[in-house]
């Protein structure tokens, strides 16, 4: 049977804290008030699901041979583009073969685990091994319970065949049209229903129902579940689906909402990689996606889990906060209000196309160039070396440096220049080992910067097109602090 053999995660540093909101909307809605504690994630103007998604891929892949991935699958509810492949913007960032299959899945909160049951099948098909993403940017109407209730996250494993740290004992799954949300197309907010029906006829049935089966199927009793994970909008509703199939109440999974909030379809995945951290091996594991039906799957962790970690983990990331208390903050940022933005930012951000085709290897992927005489490395890749000494011409070979860590050179605080979290940073990079890049500096926050400072490099989003709807990414330098936050 296959296995997972590598698993990451990836959640935005900016925290929303839920009591601000309560404060600056509470007069409108004051039975919200039992929501208003804790903090939960949200993205920052530049993020979305594919950049959130090569996050969690690198966290995953870290210090891993990538040339064995054959697929790459994105599941998510809030795509960033309806007609254009997200799961290949992400393969190209990743700096994959051109014979990686691509594949986007979408439609429910379930997406994921569904994309999970694909990749385990599939790599047992022999299609080769699966990076299966999961990533959610959600939006939510200010004012409303899900504002709350709500995260953004993302999280990603690598299926192979073999055990790997964690194998698959078995899924099952039901196809139901429970409608406890939707989103139209078209729209921005999901319409959902009443919380109680949903809780008890949703969770309380359906899920309980499709647990039981499951248990039947694969003859595995509900005592012996070591984990139980389950992503849910709506607090306790784990510990009451565990307590009617007999599961015992320890192994019901923390969902992080005090921390993070419900990142829709990610959920799942975000909690499987963090209970995966801290997993000891012969311990089983029930994973549940509920939308649209319920998936069911079952993994024992092997002894490869005591030492299989992340580069930062879901447990790194949720330590390398910054929370926001300001609710106008968090709402512009969010895309929810816009600001007088002023003349500078008058820019036509038209996308050629042609220019991208053929320069998404620099662009998505960062890929310099090294001098196969000289051994310089500049970025971008030219014909002409930028080496004086050695005068050489078309000796440059693919030099990836996404994966690199640099250092700041020089750098300035521009308040000038239009961005949406003012001000602009930007400065000299230098990479270890060689090459130096003139980039945006971002996720700065009240630390400030310093020359010298450790950065890493983070795939944002590098301007949107608003006439014609278009989102253009490249790479950012942002201050490496998740080294020092891993658990």
Sequence with gaps: MPGIHAFGGYVPRLRLQRASAYAATGWFAPGLKGLATGERSFCSWDEDANTMGVEAAQDCLASRDRSSVARVILASTSHTFADRQNSTIIKE???????????????????????????????????GDTL??????????????????????????????????AKLLGTHSVSIDFVDHFRSSGERFDYSWEPRWV???????????????????????????????????????????????????????????GVLGDAGAAQPLILLSHVLERAKPNQMVMLVGFGGGCDVIVLKTTDAISHMRPSSGISGYLKNRAPVDNYVKYLAISGLIELEKGMRAELDQKPILTAHYRERKTVLGLVGGKCSVSGTIQFPKTPISVDQQARTTYTQEDYPLADRRARIVTFTADHLTFTPVPPAYYGNIEFEGGGRLMAEIVDVGEEGLDVGMSLRMVFRIKAIDSRRAFTQYFWKATPDRTSSTTS
């Design 93 to 127: 960032a990743l700096n994959l073969s051109d014979s990686t299959a691509a594949l986007d899945i979408s439609g429910s909160k379930r997406s994921a685990t569904s994309a999970l049951i694909e990749s385990f099948y599939a790599v047992e098909g022999n299609a």
């Design 132 to 165: 299966c993403i999961a990533s959610e940017r959600s939006a939510c109407r200010p004012g409303s319970e899900a504002e709350y209730n709500s995260g953004h996250g993302a999280a990603s494993v690598l299926v192979s065949k073999e055990d790997g740290c």
């Design 199 to 257: 809780r008890e006829e949703g969770y309380g049935k359906i899920v309980v129902s499709t647990i039981r089966d499951a248990l039947n199927k694969l003859s595995i009793d509900a005592a012996e579940i070591d984990y139980f994970v389950l992503g849910a909008p709506m607090p306790k509703v784990g510990e009451s689906v565990a307590k009617s199939v007999g599961i015992h109440p320890a192994a019901v999974v923390d969902g992080l909402f």
